[in-house]
């Protein structure tokens, strides 16, 4: 397996075109967010960039307070846990608490997510392990979700089971 750094070097989206040649070399697989991913099998470039993409999107309809198009990166069969301990089973129960919940969710400031690791359990499933961190006046919040994404016959990657948990840190220790 082979560890690469994603860096991008121009702003811009997740259309970008990543090239990965060698171990170690920088891979964009976010579009704008540096991340790590592991690679399996040479290929992976386009799952990788594809799964980097439904993160941003969760991160663009979170900001957008859109449930719509937060509901669109879910599997039928999905099931959620969220960063309450709220477990969700089934797209429509998924689907009942983010249409009321995102809409009024009351936040100052901004999230941003990060796509940290990927691991390839199959080809077609992916353990995708995600920074998230909430930007406020009053200091940073983060959060460690680790999502589980099948990929589809359409070639989609689509979230399948997730699990948001909240990152304590003990204000006098130091962060390993």
Known sequence: M?????????????????????DNEAVDITGD??????RNKPGDDADLRAIAQVVATVERTQRAKDPEGFLALFHPDALWT??????????????????????????????????????FLR?????VKVRQVYHSPGGDTEGAPLYVMTKQDDGRWLLHA????????DQEAPRA
């Open 123 to 127: 080809p077609d499933v992916a353990a």
């Open 33 to 38: 967010k540096p991340g790590v991913a592991t």
């Open 82 to 119: 969220t960063g309450h301990g709220k477990v969700l089973i089934g797209f429509d129960a998924i689907a009942e608490f983010t249409r009321a919940a995102l809409p009024t969710a009351v936040f100052d400031g901004e999230v941003t997510y990060e796509v940290v690791h990927t691991q």
């Open 162 to 169: 997730c699990q948001n948990t909240g990152v304590h840190v």
């Open 2 to 22: 082979t560890t690469e750094t994603a860096a991008n070097e121009a702003a811009g989206t997740a259309d970008n075109e990543a090239a990965a040649t060698a």
